[in-house]
T-cell receptor, first 114, second 108 residues
């Protein structure tokens, strides 16, 4: 039982390049989330998927797109990377999109945009 | 706009209880209090959560005041491995907003 896995672990992009961050969970959770964490700061929600087939914007969605591929997988895409998107990206999942359900986090993807 | 206020940093002696305070004076009746921690740059780790009553699990205890305007996370016997940033979060549905947290350093 791996929990939440993320690929890649590290990535360096040039400004304007695109890439997709992958996230998968094996806990049969319904809800999945993408956060970013800038140095010295807490996490901020980018997008979330309350259930398979639905996605919604979080606090900082600009410059990102997401796809809930199936119940297990939730990907985050940067269409045209900018230096301001240099950050650590965390994926999380929970049984339901409920205030009563804790979120489980992956190990993160460290992205640098030059 | 942060819903919680936490001290920036705290120290604790190994083996002693670590008491981490959090103020959330604007909390609504349906919002839960959650605690997570982040060790180095790993993904945040869930610790405990509660609504009104005090809660305890194998990791920690959560004490919520009667008016729910503040809470305290208690690690009963801190170890060096408990050195981390601890986040107090007031949560309604997907809106789990992390602030800057408290950096707890456990010292030998």
């Amino acid at each position: 039982n791996a929990g939440v896995t993320q690929t890649p672990k590290f990535q360096v992009l040039k400004t304007g390049q695109s890439m997709t961050l992958q996230c998968a969970q094996d806990m049969n959770h319904n809800s999945m989330y993408w956060y970013r964490q800038d140095p010295g700061m807490g996490l901020r929600l980018i997008y979330y998927s309350a259930s398979e087939g639905t996605t919604d914007k979080g606090e900082v969605p600009n410059g990102y797109n997401v796809s809930r591929l199936n119940k297990r997988e939730f990907s985050l895409r940067l269409e045209s990377a900018a230096p301001s998107q240099t950050s650590v990206y965390f994926c999380a999942s929970s049984e339901a999109d409920s205030r009563e359900d804790e979120q489980f986090f992956g190990p993160g993807t460290r992205l640098t945009v030059l | 706009d942060a819903k919680t206020t936490q001290p920036t940093s705290m120290d604790c002696a190994e083996g002693r209880a670590a008491n981490l305070p959090c103020n959330h004076s604007t909390i609504s009746g349906n919002e839960y209090v959650y605690w997570y921690r982040q060790i180095h740059s790993q993904g945040p780790q869930y610790i405990i959560h509660g609504l009104k009553n005090n809660e305890t699990n194998e990791m920690a205890s959560l004490i919520i005041t009667e008016d729910r305007k503040s809470s305290t996370l208690i690690l009963p016997h801190a170890t060096l491995r408990d050195t981390a940033v601890y986040y107090c979060i007031v949560r309604a549905y997907n809106d789990m907003r992390f602030g800057a947290g408290t950096r707890l350093t456990v010292k030998p």
